[in-house]
């Protein structure tokens, strides 16, 4: 009786809203747009009650009632939505990515509201607010920044950080004097004072790919889930098949090390390897810890959820959607709820019985294009050799994690190379270091069987991958993104550039060219002649050459003198660099 | 003289063989484009190859002498002015040797590639059955049915001493003492070891059926099975807790585990993770790696590698001189058993992989060896016993052990590799480097920390009880009961002693890395 009240005083709330033009309900008569969602972001509120999801596709929140366990409406936040918070138990914040915003939203029941809006650093991935509710943290992800904002309205921005490096997670500690910040691509930690708003410490993990960052059940420890690629192993059959060229983690860190700049990162921590050979897990993505301190980690590659440890270790393992990126416990731990990207679902644990008890649909959803269902597939370890890893666990986003990975893309093993970008690598051939890849088809092929040692795709697998790639943009420049463009400068380096004759290799407007060249480097094979790398989002890369001997560009023309013409004065060196950071 | 007329007249020497019933000349073409295929990955690879001409002759030597020909006198001048692919075609062609007696073609063209590895220093040409079944080894994914065998002497017939746990034949239902009567229907009483082997071998997914009974009774059973692979568990505990599962606790009231380390191979790394798991979450402190009599080849020295790093927090493990280069191979930061103090039981049979393995760990100072080493180079071979059983010769000693002379130490240790050939040829195992440890004045081979000797009983009974660990079942009228090992014992002391005193002591020194 009760529930079946609140039911019809959240429809009430709801047609109200719906009145003024704000919400589509999936009940409402017309009934929800068809529409491709992709949930990567979960909020529950209301003491559970209440579960809103933030879809990266459409832009919208979709709502859903915990009760009956079906969605109840999904309002029309913004463009492309990366992350959703509870501020308080009256308010949320979201990030769309696209229109670079902070949205605000207070809640009546399942309704939303919008309440505030504010721009942010571009690019924002990630929202943390403080525990009195009265800041939020953004992280944007191109533009490495961390937008500070004052949410009393209206919201303002209190300060912009700059970081060393492209963020994701994050992560903001008990009392919210310090904020952990992880890297989007690499295995980077900062920490941030949030009142002086300053980045007090920068340190690397052996770590890739943090897509997990959550306080352990202890309080003492962080836990993080990513990805590791040794560079010990090689893309082999056999070094795939035992889980040697990389690994699928869930890591403790300890709380104390992480504040200390001095302390050994890695002292008093604790490294979970999750899959075992002939089970891969691949691409560990949410952390979420149960009130009896069991962890909940979703696998995003391989549609499953790791429950665990248990009293030996073990990880009890279940199959959910399609592609797990986010995961809540319900406040009384007899819950999880799991946000399905690419099956536009909810999957609904049930934890003590270790089971799914429901998988929610979010609503109808519109045939995906081949470029969408390329991007599923990019995601999916499940074309890798027993699920151990996907596309994404070395080019994550596209980009790519500056990793070295020895593979036959080169055409020999025992010879690690850089992992590439793939963004704006659509028309760029021909593919592979040694330029022998004419077409994206037969890259992709080579990299599905060779470096993946997966089962042969289809030629349609083959075409919808292709197709994403080549739906994916450069990185954009990093300089222009933070508006630190010194045009006089960039105009200046355009002409060094020229003078250098570098446009004979880098080409604009792709800024490389379809054959290979002798610039003085050899790999452990004797390959010397390279296929030159676009130069479009250069500044969003590094370290460079195919061996990452350079740490950063000025490396590449001082220590290295890459194909440098005469002297170059410190003034042209500057400039040069800085025409290249605004490609 | 210019080259042409000696050739021509080294042509004419060989008149004797013109006239001969020869292979068609296409597959002595096929034959003399491996063989140069092989002299081209030897001259690549090796890391103190001949030349060329000398491997050409050697084959040629191994060919003719397989025919029971003589070689001609001039057969090493006309030899060394073959230089390309077209010559030695030409030259093979004419000096082919027709096929005698019970000799195949095939037989002829193995002497020829044997014959050109033979003037290589640590090589050897690998048929293509050996180079797949050693590929197979060094990556734990040998196929088969899965069993051990011996012949039974009283029933003159193929008795299956152990099914390997993982095997098909296990899961079959073979069991241990089984009496194989018949292979797909064929009889095996007074049937050749080798060939009943032989009969059993095959491809991955391919069935196979099986009679058996049990000696001494009279009800035979059929297993149908499907030959698959076998994973050799690498690393095995203390006790068997169940059909998959191990104690590896010494003692339940102390935290320190016993892992033994079968062999090393691509897979142990990944089996010492799933350990450290379990033992992580059974509040295990400390841990004793027991490498006595662990198998491996040198080809498996990518799997030492990895375990090495595995184990390492940072720092070199070795370095490999290979013909143009010194690579050095350095640990990343990452590491099992993060601050546990780490014992290392070490003797004189262990392959190459364990050695490395546990030179790298004392000279970071990750572990303390513990055991005994009086040879100077113990040898194992990966083709004696079954795919990852571990090569135990038996006790290089009479009597009460002594303090023996130690051995004299080398700088560096030779390393061959198997190199697969193109087009299912084979492979070749090349010497390919030598291994020179982190710290070099150590020299190999490895030397224990604290050298503690057993008695040959002792050695015995340790063997068969490791031995007995891979057994699907502990044999009749035996007890899984560890055998008196003072090596253990004194590692275990160590252990304690390191836990006790936290950061002091000698045996404590592994806890704090490097």
């Given amino acids: 009786m009760t529930r079946a009240l609140s039911a019809v005083a959240a429809c009430g709330l709801l047609g109200g809203l719906i009145a003024a033009g704000f919400l589509r309900s999936a009940d409402a008569p017309a009934g929800p747009q068809p529409h491709l969602r992709r949930p990567v972001a979960l909020a529950l509120t209301d003491g559970g009650r209440c579960l809103f999801t933030a879809n990266a596709h459409s832009g919208s929140i979709s ?335 596209g980009h790519t994690t500056g990793l070295l990975n020895d593979n036959l893309t080169d055409g020999s093993l025992g010879t690690p190379k850089r992992i590439l970008s793939l963004r704006g690598a659509g028309d760029t051939g021909p593919w592979a270091w040694n330029g022998r890849m004419p077409d994206l088809e037969s890259q992709v092929r080579q990299s599905l069987r060779s470096t993946m040692q997966g089962n042969k795709p289809t030629e349609e697998q083959v075409r919808d991958l292709a197709a994403f790639v080549r739906a994916l943009p450069p990185p954009p420049s990093l300089d222009r993104l933070r508006g630190r463009v010194d ?49 479009r989002g250069v500044s969003q890369g590094g370290p460079f050459f195919h061996d990452n001997r350079a740490a950063n560009l000025e490396e590449v023309f001082t220590r290295y003198r890459h194909q440098v013409k005469g002297e170059l004065t410190k003034r042209e060196l500057d400039d040069l660099i800085a025409f290249l950071r605004d490609l | 003289m210019s080259r042409r007329p000696l050739l021509a007249a080294c042509l004419l020497g060989f008149l004797p063989f013109a006239g001969r019933a020869a292979p068609p000349a296409q597959d002595t073409a096929s034959a003399a484009g491996r063989a140069w295929a092989i002299t081209e990955v030897a001259l690549d690879r090796h890391i103190a190859p001949c030349s060329r001409q000398e491997m050409l002759l050697g084959g040629t030597r191994a060919l003719l002498r397989a025919a029971e020909i003589d070689p001609p006198a001039d057969l090493g001048r006309r030899v060394s002015t073959i230089t390309t692919p077209e010559q030695w075609v030409a030259f093979l062609r004419e000096v082919w040797p027709a096929v005698r007696g019970q000799k195949t073609s095939e037989l002829m063209e193995e002497e020829l590639f044997k014959g050109l590895v033979g003037p290589l220093p640590h090589s050897q040409w690998l048929p293509p059955l050996t180079a797949k079944l050693a590929d197979q080894v060094s990556n734990n994914r040998y196929v088969g049915t899965g069993i051990q065998l011996r012949i039974a002497q009283e029933e003159r017939c193929p008795q299956i001493v152990t099914p390997f746990r993982k095997g098909p034949a296990y899961r079959a239902g073979a069991r241990p003492g089984d009496l194989i009567v018949e292979v797909d229907g064929k009889n095996t009483q007074n049937v050749p070891l080798a060939k009943v082997v032989d009969w059993l071998r095959g491809d991955e997914g391919q069935p196979v059926t099986m009679v058996v009974r049990q000696p001494k009774e009279t009800e035979k059973r059929t297993l149908h099975l499907i030959r698959g692979k076998v994973p050799f568990d690498t690393t095995l505990g203390y006790r068997r807790a169940g059909p998959d599962s ?26 010492l993770r799933q350990v450290e798991g379990r033992l992580q979450a059974e509040g295990v402190q400390a841990v004793v790696l027991d490498l006595r009599f662990s198998g491996g080849e040198d080809a498996a020295l990518h799997g030492a590698e990895l375990v090495a790093d595995g184990l390492l927090d940072g720092g070199v493990m070795w370095r490999l001189r290979e013909r143009d280069r010194v690579r050095e191979c350095r640990a990343d930061g990452e590491c099992l058993f993060r601050g546990w103090p780490l014992a290392v039981l070490v003797d004189d049979h262990m392959g190459l992989p364990a050695e490395a393995v546990a030179a790298a760990l004392q000279d970071n100072r990750r572990a303390v060896l513990v055991g005994e080493r009086r040879q100077l180079d113990a040898v194992t071979s990966l083709f004696q016993g079954l795919p990852g059983a571990p090569a135990v010769p038996p006790p290089a000693t009479e009597g009460p052990a002594r303090r023996a002379a130690q051995p004299q130490a080398t700088p560096t240790r030779d390393l061959t590799s198997i190199i697969p050939l193109p087009d299912g040829g084979g492979a070749l195992s090349l010497l390919i480097g030598r291994l020179e440890r982190a710290q070099a004045r150590r020299g190999w081979p490895v030397r224990p920390d604290h050298a503690i000797a057993l008695t040959r009983k002792q050695q015995e009974d340790v063997m068969q009880w490791v031995r007995d660990k891979e057994l699907s079942e502990i044999p009749a009228g035996k007890a899984d009961q560890p055998p008196e090992d003072p090596q253990l014992s004194k590692a275990v002391a160590l252990l304690r002693l390191a836990l006790e005193k936290g950061k002091e002591g000698p045996a404590s020194k592994p806890a704090e890395g490097r």
């Fill in chain 1, 63 to 397: 709502v859903i009632d915990t009760r009956t366990l079906r969605p109840v409406a999904e309002i029309n936040a913004g463009r492309r939505l990366t992350d959703l918070i509870a501020v308080g138990d009256d308010r949320l914040a979201a990030v769309d990515e696209e229109a670079g915003a902070l949205l605000l939203f207070r809640r009546r029941g399942s309704a939303l509201e919008p309440v505030g809006r504010v721009a942010v650093s571009p690019f924002p991935v990630n929202v943390q607010v403080s525990p009195d509710g009265a800041r939020a943290f953004v992280a944007s992800l191109w533009s490495r920044r961390m937008s500070v904002v004052d949410l009393s309205p209206p919201p303002h921005i209190l300060r912009t950080i700059d970081l060393p490096f492209a963020p994701r997670r994050q992560l903001l500690l008990p009392g919210g004097a310090k904020l952990v910040v992880a890297d989007a691509f690499g295995g980077r930690l900062a920490v941030v004072d949030t009142a002086l708003g300053e980045v007090e410490s920068v340190r690397s993990l052996p770590a890739h790919n943090i897509r997990g960052l959550a306080l352990a059940p202890d309080g003492n420890h962080l836990l993080l889930a990513h990805q590791m690629l040794s560079p010990r192993a090689a893309s082999t059959f056999d070094d795939v098949h035992w889980g040697n060229l990389i690994t699928n983690n869930v890591r403790l860190v300890s709380l104390k090390a992480v504040l200390d700049p001095k302390a050994d990162l890695l002292s008093g921590g604790y490294l979970h390897y999750l899959g075992e050979a002939g089970r891969g897990a691949g691409d560990p993505a949410a952390v979420a810890v149960c009130p009896d301190g069991k962890l909940v980690v979703t696998l995003a590659g391989v549609g499953e959820l790791a429950l665990g440890p248990d009293h030996k270790g073990g990880w009890h393992r279940l199959a959910v959607g399609r592609g797990p990126t986010a995961a809540v416990v319900s406040p009384d731990g007899r819950r999880a709820y799991v946000a399905n990207t690419f099956s536009d679902s909810v999957s609904v644990v049930d934890l003590k019985a270790g089971k799914v008890a429901a998988e929610v649909s979010l609503g109808p959803a519109l045939a995906p294009g081949p470029a969408e269902r390329g991007e599923a597939l990019f995601h999916d370890a499940r074309l890798s050799h027993d699920g151990w890893f996907s596309c994404q666990s070395c080019h994550t986003d």
């Fill in chain 1, 487 to 535: 045009e006089a400068a960039v105009r200046r380096g355009r002409e060094v550039f020229d003078r250098q004759g570098c446009a004979g290799c880098h080409a604009p407007p792709t800024y490389t060219t379809p054959q290979t060249y002798r610039v003085g480097l050899a790999d452990e094979a004797g390959l010397a002649a390279f296929n030159p790398p676009s130069l």
């Fill in chain 2, 246 to 271: 191990w104690d590896y606790r010494i003692d339940a009231g102390q935290p320190v585990a016993y892992v033994r380390i079968q062999s090393i191979n691509s897979a142990t790394l990944h089996e």
